[in-house]
Every structure is written in structure tokens, then in C-alpha cells.
């Protein structure tokens, strides 16, 4: 027993260091926010997005090549729309990501729980991303992407670029002392407004405002309309995909909601900010949040364009 | 009074329908396969394939034929209980109940499961249970059994256990999707788990009916004559109330609610083949399975890209059909 210990375990201890060199590409483990690990061997050639700011960061970090499928939703950048679509973030078409052969699906967790564990029972290899509520959460985000496909620098570069953009439109903001109220008016007319632990929350925060709904304890949550006439907001933000719908909301507002003692429709500060820009934590999150800077903060601002 | 001939008639019609659903849910999809596909993968069993054809569409297929089965079997039991067409496992409040349980136990994190038996399914059974116990004992007034007011108690429980629900998923559920999926029902995820859970129930309480079914004759007639007949009226109503209810819970817990089935169909079958009881509940089984395998197969290829919840499908094809067929009847 002792000898042929003393003659393996030199050996051992060989293969030990040898390891990596041996297996030639380094193998990656890599544990997702559900807490499953993955395995990753080469980088992924084959990848499913199934939300559009995963399709963006994917597109950002240039591997336009690698993505096979996306959601109905993914609309950014143009090319995005040539690729096959698998269906909603709700509602993907099992059938149709199965036949096309991933060997990544990245998730996230607003994609339905029951649905995640239907895709890994499917052994799909689903790897899923807490999105996080703030604006910083999206460079851990971007990075968590950048290191699963294999794409670190280009991850790094792009945080950094970001970043930069981000303390670029922070330094504007430094020496605004008020913040004003704002009411942020999700879809339409139904007075559908973010809460405590939203991302457009920590935005209007960033951007030195008050989210009037910052203490409703949801997301997502309907606003009741005496209580926006008592917080008599100075700002409504009325997040839309197109300027038509916004025109349309904002004459609601104006004219049919009853809510003309509001500073906001008084002073008409009744903005438009790009939905997809804001519900997307992606890179383009930094562009509306110099844009919901520049309507708070006009003044800041003045000096450039 | 009804001839064999008529039911052997509705029976291989039946089988043949279930045979067709079979293959045209296997072959069709949006991937679009044919026969030669499906030939192909039989005899080289290639692995995409297998994903496509045993784990989505064969095992959705089965799922959607065992909850139509359970269901309407449930409709038929609930039928002849309260010795009323009107009845069924959504209008005495069941479903809704058992939906209700069932979110219930999701929300406060009481879905652990053992061998592929989940809590999840006790509570659904048991909340459904209270619901139908409840509108039972509420709509007897001294002794006497009120249809109305059976109808009605069972109407405004369901109601009130599903605005139990809409509060708790508007409160607590991550998602829109949850709230379609437990008020509106949906195959959309089955799996061969969700087939392990109810399969074993669906033939239990199959087998039970189809046992009793006679005394089931009897008590349609009225407890005192079944009682005189020698049918202990108590204990075959409680074993009826309790596997009607397991077989709509189960169904609910893998699959949402699913409205009209367990109406329809087991008054469909009795207005073909006459209120024979050891017949009906066979025969409202399988055309309770045939019909929703129909239905989940539109709800999925109709609009190709996404899906439709499929209570809109039985709602839309059945609905139609029965008031056709009432007014035929007349």
C-alpha cells in the first residue's frame, strides 16, 4: 500500500498542476442568480436571448454572429429584427428553441419561474440573470454576460465606456441642491406607476428628482389620483414607444384627468422619455438617464448642444 | 331505451378522434415536421426530434387528454350528485377553490414535492374540498336540498375564492403570466411530471366511479328510494363528493382553471347515450380528453408565434356547440 502510494502521488501531484494544460482550453464553472452552476468549455456558438436588454448587451459586446434567436420584443439594434424569433419573454415557443440548437439561453428573471424550469428540464443550457434595481446593477450585468460568453474585454471596455457616460451626466448633476417631484406614468392612461424597488426608482434618483411613489412598496403599482393631486408632482415623465401615444396621454392629462391644479400641467412639464430606452437595463439605460436629467435639470445643461 | 348500438357507435367514434388527435398533435407544431419526420424519428430516433415529439408534444398531448378526462369525469360526478345539468366542477366552485389553494401554497413557498406529489396538490384539494363542503351544507335549509340556492352559494364561493386569488398574485406573483395561467389555464409548460401527478388519480378515481356508478343510478332516483334499494346513501355520496373533487384539483394544479369542460361534455354524452351512469362516466371521460386535446392543439397552432389560453378555445368552440345542441333537442 505504502509503495504504491510513494510512487503516485509524485504523479498525482503532476497532473495536479498539469491540469489546465492538459484539457488545453480552460474549462469555466460558473454559478447563475438561481444558484446552477454551469460548465463552460469553448465559447458559446449557438445563443438565445430571451429579453430585449440581453439582446442588446449581447449585440454590444459584438456577437451579432453568435445570437440564433430572440424575442418578438427585441427590436434594438435594427439587425436584432433578422433574427429568428422564438416568442415572448412569457411566452417562448419551446418547440422552436429546441429545433434551433442552443448551447446558450440567457434568461432573466423576469422570464417566468415555472418556464425557466421548463427550459432546464428540457436539458436546455438556461442561464439565468438577476437584473437588479439599480443603474450600476447593469455593469455587473454586462460583465456577468461578458464572462459566460466569453467576451471579458470586450465586457470591460464597454463598462468602462458606459461609465464613463454615466459620471459624465452625474458631474452635470453635482451642484443641483433641489429635487424636484416627478410622477413617472408607465402605459397609457391608467395612472401605472414604479414603486420602491424599481430600476426607473434609483433613475429618477440618480437624476436628482423625487419619485412621488418612491414609498409604494411595489414595482409596479396604480397610482390613485387624489393622492397625485395632494403630492402635486413639478415633473410627469409619460414613458411611450412612439410620440404619437405620448401626445395622446399628454392631452389626457391636460385636458380629460382633471388635474389641472398639478405644477406639472400648470407649467406644462409634462415630458416624453423612450419606453424602451427606460424598462431596458441595458446600455442604452445611460442615454435616458441623461435625458431624464436634461427634463429635470434643464439648467444644467444649458452650456452645451 | 338506449340501444348498444348507439353508444359501441359513440365509443369508436371517440377512439377514432383520439387516434386523430394524436397525430395531428404529434406531427403539427411550429416547427413545422410531417409524417416522414415523425416515421424517421421512430425508426433512428434522432435526439432533437425526441425533445420535440415525446418531451413537448406528446407528453402536452396526453396532459391536455388527462385533464379533459378528469374534468369532465368530475362534471359527470357532480352531475348526478346534486341531480343537476347545471352542475360542474367550475359552477359548485371547485375549480376556483382549488386554484386558489393552489397559489396559496406557491406563494407561501409550500411547493416541495415528494415523488413527484407535490403539496401543492393537497392544498389545492383541500381548499376545493372546503369550498364544495361549504356550498353543500349551505344550500341545504332543514334537511332540504335547494337546487337554486345550490347554484347560486356555488357561484359566489367560486367567485369569492378567485378574487382570493387575483389578490394574491396582484400582490405577490413575479409575474402577469402567473395570473393568465392560474385564471385562464395553459399546457404551454407540461411535462411528463405533471402527467406522473395526475395520471395516478385520473385511473383511482376512475376506477372508483365506474365501481360505484350503479349507486350512482340509484341516488339520481332520490336517497330514500336508494336507501330502500339498499345503497348506503351516506357513504357513497361523501366517497363521490371527495373523488370529484381530487379529479378537478388535479387537474387544476398542473394545469390552471380550464372552464366548460366539466360542464359540457358530461352533458353532452348524456344527451347522446342516455343518463346510464356506468356508461357516462366512461364516455364523458374520453370525450372530455378528445375534446381538450382538440383544443390545446388550436390554442397552440392557430396563431403561429404565440399561444392562446386555452379557456378562450373551449369557451369559443364549445359554447356555440351547446346551444346548438340544446336547441336540437327541444
Known amino acids: 500500500m505504502n509503495t504504491i502510494f510513494k510512487y503516485t502521488a509524485p504523479a498525482l501531484c503532476l497532473l495536479f498542476f498539469l491540469n489546465p494544460a492538459i484539457i488545453g482550453n480552460q474549462r469555466l464553472t460558473i454559478k447563475d442568480d438561481l444558484g446552477d452552476t454551469h460548465v463552460f468549455g469553448s465559447p458559446p456558438q449557438r445563443i438565445i436571448s430571451l429579453a430585449p436588454n440581453v439582446t442588446e448587451i449581447l449585440f454590444a459586446l459584438g456577437l451579432e454572429n453568435k445570437i440564433i434567436g430572440v424575442t418578438r420584443y427585441c427590436n434594438h439594434p435594427k439587425k436584432a429584427q433578422t433574427k429568428n424569433r422564438i416568442g415572448g419573454i412569457v411566452d417562448p415557443d419551446l418547440e422552436k428553441i429546441i429545433d434551433l440548437r442552443p448551447d446558450l439561453i440567457i434568461a432573466f428573471r423576469g422570464n417566468p419561474l415555472r418556464l425557466i424550469k421548463r427550459l432546464k428540464s428540457l436539458d436546455l443550457p438556461v442561464f439565468v440573470l438577476e437584473i437588479g434595481t439599480t443603474l450600476e446593477s447593469v455593469f455587473s450585468l454586462i460583465q456577468r454576460i461578458g464572462l459566460v460568453t466569453q467576451r471579458e474585454n470586450a465586457a470591460k471596455d464597454l463598462v468602462a465606456h458606459l461609465n464613463g457616460d454615466l459620471e459624465k451626466t452625474r458631474d452635470r448633476l453635482k451642484n443641483v441642491r433641489t429635487r424636484p417631484k416627478v410622477f413617472i406614468n408607465l402605459h397609457g392612461k391608467g395612472l401605472w406607476t414604479c414603486g420602491k424597488n424599481s430600476f426607473m426608482n434609483d433613475l429618477v434618483r440618480e437624476a436628482k428628482g423625487t419619485n412621488i411613489a418612491g414609498e409604494v412598496p411595489r414595482a409596479w403599482s396604480n397610482y390613485n389620483r387624489e393622492e397625485l393631486i395632494h403630492q402635486n408632482p413639478d415633473h410627469i415623465v409619460v414613458l411611450a414607444k412612439i410620440e404619437k401615444d405620448y401626445l395622446e396621454v399628454k392631452t389626457w392629462f391636460v385636458e380629460e384627468a382633471h388635474l389641472e391644479s398639478i405644477h406639472a400641467v400648470q407649467k406644462d412639464k409634462i415630458s416624453f422619455l423612450n419606453e424602451d430606452l427606460v424598462t431596458r437595463p441595458g446600455p442604452r439605460i445611460f442615454e435616458a438617464f441623461d435625458q431624464l436629467a436634461r427634463i429635470l435639470h434643464p439648467s444644467s445643461f444649458e452650456d452645451d448642444k | ?330
Open chain 2, 1 to 330: 331505451m338506449i340501444p348498444k348500438k348507439k353508444r359501441t357507435r359513440l365509443l369508436s367514434f371517440l377512439f377514432l378522434l383520439l387516434i386523430a388527435g394524436l397525430y395531428v398533435s404529434l406531427v403539427k407544431g411550429s416547427v413545422k415536421t410531417n409524417f416522414v419526420d415523425l416515421w424517421n424519428f421512430l425508426i433512428h430516433s434522432d435526439q432533437t426530434h425526441a425533445q420535440i415529439f415525446i418531451h413537448l408534444r406528446l407528453s402536452r398531448a396526453l396532459l391536455a387528454f388527462l385533464v379533459g378526462a378528469s374534468l369532465s369525469l368530475s362534471g359527470a360526478i357532480l352531475q348526478g350528485y346534486f341531480q343537476n345539468p347545471m352542475a360542474g366542477p367550475f359552477v359548485v366552485g371547485v375549480s376556483s377553490g382549488a386554484s386558489f389553494g393552489a397559489v396559496l401554497a406557491l406563494i407561501l413557498g409550500l411547493n416541495m414535492s415528494f415523488w413527484g406529489f407535490s403539496l401543492q396538490n393537497v392544498w389545492a384539494f383541500a381548499s376545493g374540498f372546503a369550498i364544495v363542503s361549504l356550498v353543500y351544507i349551505l344550500s341545504q335549509r332543514r334537511g332540504v336540498f335547494k337546487m337554486e340556492t345550490l347554484l347560486l352559494t356555488g357561484i359566489a364561493a367560486g367567485a369569492l375564492a378567485s378574487s382570493l386569488t387575483s389578490f394574491l398574485i396582484f400582490f405577490k406573483s413575479e409575474s402577469f403570466e402567473q395570473a393568465v395561467f392560474w385564471l385562464l389555464g395553459s399546457f404551454q409548460l407540461a411535462d411528463w411530471n405533471h402527467i406522473r401527478v395526475i395520471f395516478p388519480i385520473f385511473i383511482l378515481c376512475f376506477l372508483i366511479s365506474q365501481w360505484l356508478a350503479k349507486d350512482m343510478n340509484l341516488l339520481v332516483m332520490g336517497d330514500e328510494i336508494a336507501q330502500s334499494l339498499g345503497c348506503s346513501v351516506n357513504q357513497t355520496r361523501k366517497i363521490f363528493l371527495i373523488v370529484s373533487t381530487l379529479l378537478a384539483s388535479s387537474s387544476v394544479s398542473v394545469s390552471g382553471i380550464i372552464g366548460f369542460v366539466g360542464l359540457i361534455i358530461p352533458h353532452w354524452v348524456r344527451l347522446l347515450i342516455g343518463p346510464d351512469h356506468r356508461y357516462l362516466f366512461f364516455s364523458s371521460s374520453i370525450m372530455g380528453g378528445v375534446f381538450l386535446m382538440f383544443c390545446d392543439f388550436l390554442a397552440r397552432t392557430i396563431f403561429s408565434g404565440s399561444e392562446l389560453p386555452i379557456g378562450i378555445i373551449t369557451a369559443a368552440v364549445g359554447a356555440p356547440f351547446f346551444i346548438y345542441l340544446l336547441n336540437q333537442r327541444r
